[in-house]
């Protein structure tokens, strides 16, 4: 899988990096049952989507995200009190 990210993404989180972070992964568990930052979900996320998976995954992903901006930001659902 490592293969499939390009050197300059690798690049680029190497320049971008915290000096001062150290991450805490347990191997022994996987990903889903270890306590991330937001930021590395995302960051995961990222590389999944633009990487790693499938075309046909990558295009339900977009559905599924367009999907979930137009009824969370619908006009209707605009000026609904939020609880």
């Known amino acids: 899988m ?4 390009p050197q300059s993404f690798f690049e680029f989180v190497n320049k971008n990096k915290s000096e ?4 805490n992964f347990d191997m ?3 990903l889903k ?3 991330l930052m937001r930021e590395t979900k995302v960051i995961l996320s990222l590389i999944y989507r633009s990487y790693l998976c499938d075309e046909d995954t990558k295009r339900k ?3 599924d995200d367009i999907i ?3 009824t969370k930001y619908s006009y209707e659902n605009l000026f ?3 609880n």
């Open 28 to 30: 022994d568990f996987p």
């Open 68 to 70: 979930e901006i137009r």
């Open 80 to 82: 609904k009190k939020l």
């Open 61 to 63: 992903l977009e559905i």
């Open 2 to 5: 490592k293969s499939k990210i």
């Open 33 to 35: 049952e270890q306590k």
């Open 20 to 23: 001062t972070y150290c991450p």
